[in-house]
């Protein structure tokens, strides 16, 4: 069986002017993500000393970190740039657990590290942060 398209001066207008349409209606969106540099969901270091859990708050621009210190060392958090400057410092104190959330909202794109440290342990771990455009088609 062959099939045969005819194409008719006003079956091109009216091509063109749906594709002009979609156009015109399609709106652009702006969002930022952040992520694992190796894409997991979430990262834990557990050792008898220092349990540790860092995840990104889905659909926000947001790190949750928990940890469990018995020692109760004084602990620090920071988060480091790409040149390995601190941009981010709390110092959490001697707590025994500690669960926080970071708004990375006003870092720049790119890539940094998460960095959990008291005297005797030590956790770190790279994110980063992206924007990405997408396109949004309405219907009229």
């Known amino acids: 069986m062959k099939t045969l398209f005819i194409s008719t001066p006003v ?3 009216l091509v063109a002017a749906f594709a002009l349409a979609f156009t015109l209606f399609a709106g652009n969106a702006s969002a930022q993500s952040v992520q694992f540099a190796d894409n997991a969901a979430i990262h834990t270091q557990t050792s008898d000393q220092f349990k540790v859990a860092v995840f990104p708050v889905q659909n ?3 790190m949750k970190v928990l ?3 018995p020692a109760q060392e004084k602990v620090t958090v920071m988060i480091k740039n790409s040149d390995h400057e601190v941009v981010y410092k ?3 104190g001697k707590v025994a657990i500690f669960n926080g959330k970071f708004d ?4 720049t794109d790119g890539t940094y590290t998460m ?8 956790y770190s771990n790279a994110f980063s942060v992206e924007t990405y455009q997408e396109r ?3 219907a009229l």
């Open 67 to 69: 940890f469990e210190n």
């Open 11 to 13: 079956m091109r207008n």
């Open 136 to 138: 949004i088609a309405r």
């Open 115 to 122: 960095v959990i440290e008291s005297k005797h342990q030590s």
């Open 60 to 62: 926000s621009l947001t």
């Open 104 to 107: 990375v909202s006003k870092m």
């Open 90 to 92: 709390k110092e959490v």
